[in-house]
């Protein structure tokens, strides 16, 4: 049987075990009542694991042998036990929560339940998850919201917390958000902290393992980025068709959608049929002279309600913008800058009922225009959105300073 082919069973406590055995061994696992322990393992030696180790060992010649047990205790003094069949040469420890050397107690144990007296043995570990996830965590401040980031290579089962440390009312706060993940990546956005970006905030990033060996990370003082909705009292779109760096204006209004509505700071639950409708080939563009030059942070775009009647309408369904880029003017280069590109509107997961769909539909789709790092794009003045999918938008606003 090859070392690294192995069986391994975990076991909850240091006096819980589950044997099974096959048929051509029966007389090996038969009952018995005996209480002469057996001899004690000889180790042999042992390969580092990502937080862990595989022990390699020989066990006593007597019949009546069924394996090995390794016990660990971690350094928050929890003790976790690990088996591996006589038929096996290596038994898998884990649980060691930093590279190094650990102490690992084996036992030899027989099918009436005794053990051989303990042999201590140390042996190396390989980086475990935490010192994986703790170099990668990153939290930073953005509009309205937190970022949190890590990736966790071994995909092992973590949980990372983001805790946020500020005063409200003159009262001193504490909130603490906790995510469960074992997925290669993650990007999360923590929302509805009650700070403005004149609120300093002090935030730091924990993760714990399955073994409850655990690292942080303290990023200090910190603010929310602060912007603004953009007036659009002095918003125009480019003549229908008008080439502009080599991107086409829409072809105007069609059907029963007027272009100009996209920006009219109205969106189709507040007005029927308050929405642009296009027969044009996707990609097909929405370009804006926002009348001054600004920073731009964020987009919300608004989809079309009225569909069929029913209460859900068209959102998050139908021929509604389901994917685009956003370009600003570079006015140095006579050319379009992409700022944010293949930006999807996602279906929320969490709707369940018609009602769902209209609560999201109506607050609109927003976007951060740099999602992995907040903040503001060059100065500019024009806008083109450039639609990827669909054929329906209700309105287009702006963040920024």
Known sequence: MGRRNLKQTLLLSATSI?????????????????????????????????????????????????????????????VYSFLAYYTQDAVDVYGFGTVGKHPVSLRTIDRAGNKSETIV?????????????????????????FFVQWKNILQKQTHVSANFSYTENGSACERSVVFTSR?????????????????????????????GN??????????????????????????????????????????DGQMYEVIDDKNDSEGLKNCYVTRASVPWNIIIDLGAEYELSRIVMHQRYTYDGSVRGAYYRADNVRSFN??????????????????KV???????MDEDYVKWGNAGDMFYIYPNNPGYTPRTRYVCYMALSGKYISEITLYGK
Do not use: H
């Not at 942080?216 to 912007?227: A, E, H, Q, R, V």
């Not at 009292?233 to 069609?254: F, H, V």
């Not at 956003?326 to 379009?336: F, S, V």
């Open 18 to 78: 589950v044997l099974l055995g096959g048929c051509a061994e029966g007389e090996r696992f038969k009952q018995e009542t005996d209480a002469i322990p057996p001899e004690k393992p000889i180790f042999l030696w042992s390969e580092p694991l990502n937080g862990g180790a595989r022990i390699y060992y020989s066990l006593p010649t007597d019949d009546d042998v069924l394996g090995i047990e390794a016990s660990y205790t971690t350094e928050a003094g929890k």
């Open 121 to 145: 043995q140390t042996v190396d570990g390989d980086s475990s998850v935490i010192d994986y996830v703790k170099e990668t965590m990153a939290l930073r401040p953005s509009f309205e919201a």
């Open 183 to 211: 997925t290669p990546e993650e990007n999360q956005v923590i929302k509805g902290l009650p700070v403005t970006p004149e609120t300093p905030v002090k935030a730091s990033m924990q993760v714990e393992d399955v073994y």
């Open 214 to 255: 655990s690292a942080s990370m303290d990023f200090g003082t910190i603010n929310l980025l602060s912007d603004r909705i953009l007036p659009k009292e002095n918003w125009k779109l480019l003549p229908a068709d008008t080439i502009m760096g080599g991107y086409r204006q829409a072809n105007g209004s069609q059907d």
């Open 326 to 343: 956003l370009y600003i003017w570079n006015e140095k280069t006579a050319a379009w800058l992409p700022v944010l590109t293949g930006a």
């Open 346 to 352: 996602e279906t929320p997961s969490i709707a369940r």
